[in-house]
């Protein structure tokens, strides 16, 4: 098997083993092992590294099983974890061997993958959708297969087939990039985007985004303030 580890916990992330109904918190440096389940609160993310072979982020409310974690052959890297709940972004090193294969399973489809950077989120609408950063990705529900390539996005309802890939938006250019920002409140303002309907913002401590302090979805033509921050943020 390949273990996992953990190189990131932000608020209260907790580990259900596959042999009981007991959970731990986790911390940093926690191995995680096929069958392992992790929930994250409403505060919470964790970021596993597996080998340095792949590493999931998962957001808030999110719960996520580790099925499979093995090597087949020397190099060879196949993965499947299964997405209950929440929201996770997970990149796969394609120097892992063009045979190895991650596969994302949520209640409505399965997004399977070779050496890509892609993220996969179950709505409670009972839905999934999953967009492709880097590399391809094929969604199958229903038993039709849909291929993303980098740059698209694709949408499964429960108890249908995945839509058409669609063209993911550029991200909205921000109005005040100052590096420092001297006073409360924050306010965040940026330049619509054609096809938009809502904006998604999150403010971290760090450039990969992992330590969030702010996230916060905005309507189409509205804006928002950040009220409460720590200072070096």
């Known amino acids: 098997p390949v273990h996992g580890r953990v190189t990131f916990v932000k608020g209260e992330v907790f580990l259900r083993r596959n042999t009981g109904p007991e959970k731990k918190l986790l911390q940093i440096e926690d191995m995680i092992f096929p069958g392992d389940i992790i929930i994250t609160g409403p505060q919470s ?21 580790v099925a499979v974690s093995e090597t087949k052959g020397l190099k ?17 090193r394609s120097a892992t061997g063009s045979a190895s294969r991650t596969v994302i399973q949520t209640p409505y489809a399965t997004s399977a993958v ?29 038993g039709v297969k ?8 694709t949408k499964v309802i429960k108890g249908h087939t995945p839509i058409a890939p669609v063209k993911l938006l550029e991200p909205p250019t921000l109005g005040d990039t100052s590096s420092v920002f001297a006073g409360m409140p924050l306010r965040m303002t940026f330049t619509p985007v054609p096809g938009a309907r809502r904006y998604r913002f999150q403010l971290s401590r760090d450039r990969d985004g992992k330590d969030v302090v702010g996230d916060t979805v905005v309507e189409l033509g509205a804006s928002h303030e950040f009220h409460k921050l720590e200072d070096g943020g």
């Not at 060879?76 to 796969?92: D, E, W």
Request: proline share 1%; net charge positive; no cysteine.
């Open 76 to 92: 060879y890297l196949v993965q499947r974890f299964v997405l209950v709940a929440g929201n996770i972004v997970t990149k796969v």
């Open 114 to 142: 070779r050496g890509t950077h892609f993220r996969v989120a179950v709505h409670k609408e009972q839905s999934t959708t999953t967009e492709v950063l880097q590399g391809k990705v094929d969604v199958t529900a229903k």
């Open 146 to 153: 849909v291929a993303l390539h980098e740059g698209q996005g």
């Open 45 to 65: 993310a964790v970021e596993v590294d597996f080998e340095n072979r792949s590493t999931f982020y998962a957001y808030p409310h999110t719960q996520v099983k």
